[in-house]
């Protein structure tokens, strides 16, 4: 018994989500929580058990109402409990106070990486295979920078993450299972919806030896969707709270923000500047496993076959259901929906590639120290970042009352303009900017400057045009403390 608890805790698995849980520890104490618009939802939270203390009937209709992501709200619901409990009743405004939700919430994403390990195991492959596929999981930045926000995103995924394991299983309860859990990931978050898609047809799909088996497969699955809404909308009906479909309903006909032309590009840019050379490995690992067949592990290849599939898909649905049907707009946040396929299908390539022996010790060697190198400059521009909620926060410790100012047009001030000799400029997320102000008066002194949110390229993929990025790149979007003299002095 003792030796398998020794093997345990040295499992090299565990030893990797150690420490990307460690490094998702140190994202949310650098700051970053509350700069998006959409993290408002768990302050709506924080606010239903702040204003309903200790009447749970009010605060479950309060809950249950929520008509954005209702998953998340729930979800978060403990975290939120346990924030007030402790004294942090006022963290909307205090500096530091986030850390609690921000630290929880970021382990989704470090579970993420654990399930594509199960995934692996559960479909018939070795510990090996199935550690490289949680290495590259663990080692894409576009898994890590959002863990920092207070945002729905990685929950869902990893909801996601649980259909697919279950997905693989061949029982009626892993049906059954796989429905519910995949209509868990789209109610916390319905931008997930392809992966939701996605992840019912593999399960179908394992049942195509015979007719009667899928549509067994289909049927439980089913089933196991629905359990979900019905209990949620039960809830709904006994407390009076709406339903949630009409605010599904009202949540798809908001999102306008993007450009839909742009379906079939936006995923590819958006991973580059992300992912860089580790988007490369895994375009070359799916080539060569639609490409190169002969020779393969039958059963590897089947598997390696079906993740490449299905990361093609997303793709393509995106790509077509934006820049064809015009039906919705291509972000970031859901071009990541094919990660999680993409490194389960390079583990494959490697361990074919390593079994075949076409690749020695020394190759294998440079492969794990580039993957290393590559994604430590990935990740040092997140860790690095500075977010203006925290840059405020300082300078005015330091420099007392401070007026606001932007140096691109569009972006409207979130902050009251303050008679004040310091500027700070650009402290405030950038949303629609049109075009460069003209150049600060040369007697401007630039006392210091932070490089802002912004300028992290995979940022400018959430909802921008085009030529809102283009404005963003050609233009110093830093935030900047100035020292305009008197404070009738304004900008021009």
Same mark, same amino acid.
């Given at each position: 018994?003792?030796?398998?608890?020794?093997?345990?805790?040295?499992?090299?698995?565990?030893?990797?989500?150690?420490?990307?849980?460690?490094?998702?520890?140190?994202?949310?104490?650098?700051?970053?929580?509350?700069? !998006?618009?959409?993290?408002?939802?768990?302050?709506?939270?924080?606010?239903?058990?702040?204003?309903?203390?200790?009447?749970?009937?009010?605060?479950?209709?309060?809950?249950?109402?929520?008509?954005? &992501?209702?998953?998340?709200?729930?979800?978060?619901?403990?975290?939120?409990?346990?924030?007030?409990?402790?004294?942090?009743?006022?963290?909307?405004?205090? *500096?530091?106070?986030? +850390?609690?939700?921000?630290?929880?919430?970021?382990?989704?994403?470090?579970?993420?990486?654990?399930?594509?390990?199960?995934?692996?195991r559960r479909a018939g492959r070795d510990r090996v295979e199935a550690l490289i596929a949680a290495a590259l999981m663990a080692s894409a930045t576009?898994?890590?920078?959002?863990?920092?926000?207070?945002?729905?995103?990685?929950?869902?995924?990893?909801?996601?993450?649980?259909?697919?394991?279950?997905?693989?299983?061949?029982?009626?309860?892993?049906? +059954?299972?796989?429905?519910?859990a995949a209509s868990a990931a789209f109610i916390t978050y319905n931008g997930y919806w392809l992966f939701v898609a996605t992840v019912l047809l593999?399960?179908?799909?394992?049942?195509?030896?015979?007719?009667?088996?899928?549509?067994?497969?289909?049927?439980?699955?089913?089933?196991?969707?629905?359990?979900?809404?019905?209990?949620?909308?039960?809830?709904?009906?006994?407390?009076?709270?709406?339903?949630?479909?009409?605010?599904?309903?009202?949540?798809?006909?908001?999102?306008?923000?993007?450009?839909?032309?742009?379906?079939?590009?936006?995923? !590819?840019?958006?991973?580059?500047?992300?992912?860089?050379?580790?988007?490369?490995?895994?375009?070359?690992?799916?080539?060569?496993?639609?490409?190169?067949?002969?020779? !393969?592990?039958?059963?590897?290849? &089947?598997?390696?076959?079906?993740?490449?599939?299905?990361?093609?898909?997303?793709?393509?649905?995106?790509?077509?259901?934006?820049?064809?049907? &015009?039906?919705?707009?291509?972000?970031?946040?859901?071009?990541?929906?094919?990660?999680?396929?993409?490194?389960?299908?390079?583990?494959?390539?490697?361990?074919?590639?390593?079994?075949?022996?076409?690749?020695?010790?020394?190759?294998?060697?440079?492969?794990?120290?580039?993957?290393?190198?590559?994604?430590?400059?990935?990740?040092?521009?997140?860790?690095?970042?500075?977010?203006?909620?925290?840059?405020?926060?300082?300078?005015?410790?330091?420099?007392?009352?401070?007026?606001?100012?932007?140096?691109?047009?569009?972006?409207?001030?979130?902050?009251?303009?303050?008679?004040?000799?310091?500027?700070?400029?650009?402290?405030? &997320?950038?949303?629609?900017?049109?075009?460069?102000?003209?150049?600060?008066?040369?007697?401007?002194?630039?006392?210091?400057?932070?490089?802002?949110?912004?300028?992290?390229?995979?940022?400018?993929?959430?909802?921008?045009?085009?030529?809102?990025?283009?404005?963003?790149?050609?233009? *110093?979007?830093?935030?900047?403390?100035? *020292?305009?003299?008197?404070?009738? *002095?304004?900008?021009?």
């Amino acid at each position: 018994m003792r030796a398998r608890a020794t093997d345990l805790v040295g499992h090299p698995l565990l030893l990797l989500l150690a420490l990307a849980s460690l490094l998702r520890v140190m994202l949310v104490v650098q700051g970053g929580q509350l700069y !998006w618009p959409d993290e408002r939802l768990y302050i709506q939270v924080l606010d239903v058990f702040d204003l309903h203390q200790g009447h749970w009937f009010d605060i479950l209709k309060a809950l249950f109402s929520t008509q954005d &992501h209702l998953g998340f709200a729930l979800l978060s619901a403990p975290i939120a409990a346990v924030q007030l409990a402790i004294g942090h009743a006022l963290s909307r405004s205090g *500096d530091g106070l986030m +850390l609690l939700p921000g630290i929880l919430l970021s382990q989704a994403s470090v579970v993420s990486i654990a399930l594509v390990y199960a995934i692996a195991r559960r479909a018939g492959r070795d510990r090996v295979e199935a550690l490289i596929a949680a290495a590259l999981m663990a080692s894409a930045t576009t898994m890590f920078y959002y863990a920092r926000h207070l945002l729905p995103y990685d929950a869902a995924l990893t909801l996601g993450l649980v259909a697919l394991w279950c997905a693989v299983g061949s029982s009626r309860r892993d049906s +059954l299972l796989c429905g519910a859990a995949a209509s868990a990931a789209f109610i916390t978050y319905n931008g997930y919806w392809l992966f939701v898609a996605t992840v019912l047809l593999l399960h179908v799909h394992e049942g195509r030896t015979a007719l009667r088996s899928a549509a067994t497969r289909a049927l439980y699955a089913a089933v196991g969707f629905v359990i979900v809404p019905a209990a949620i909308v039960l809830v709904e009906l006994l407390t009076g709270a709406p339903l949630m479909f009409s605010g599904m309903r009202r949540l798809a006909g908001t999102v306008s923000d993007g450009y839909a032309p742009e379906g079939f590009s936006l995923p !590819w840019a958006y991973l580059w500047h992300a992912e860089h050379a580790l988007l490369l490995g895994w375009i070359g690992a799916a080539l060569f496993v639609l490409v190169g067949r002969t020779g !393969w592990n039958s059963r590897r290849q &089947h598997t390696a076959a079906m993740w490449v599939f299905a990361a093609v898909f997303i793709y393509l649905a995106l790509g077509c259901s934006s820049a064809i049907f &015009h039906v919705f707009v291509v972000m970031g946040r859901q071009a990541r929906q094919v990660v999680p396929f993409l490194c389960l299908a390079t583990a494959a390539a490697v361990v074919e590639l390593l079994e075949r022996r076409r690749w020695s010790s020394w190759m294998v060697a440079v492969g794990v120290v580039a993957l290393i190198v590559q994604s430590g400059w990935n990740f040092s521009q997140p860790l690095q970042q500075r977010f203006p909620r925290d840059v405020i926060a300082e300078i005015t410790t330091k420099y007392g009352p401070i007026d606001f100012e932007n140096t691109i047009e569009g972006p409207p001030l979130t902050h009251e303009h303050v008679e004040s000799r310091w500027v700070l400029l650009n402290a405030q &997320h950038l949303y629609n900017p049109r075009a460069p102000r003209p150049p600060l008066p040369s007697s401007v002194i630039e006392v210091m400057g932070f490089r802002h949110p912004q300028q992290f390229l995979p940022y400018q993929y959430e909802g921008l045009r085009p030529t809102e990025r283009q404005v963003l790149r050609g233009s *110093d979007i830093s935030m900047r403390l100035i *020292d305009i003299g008197a404070p009738v *002095d304004r900008l021009p």
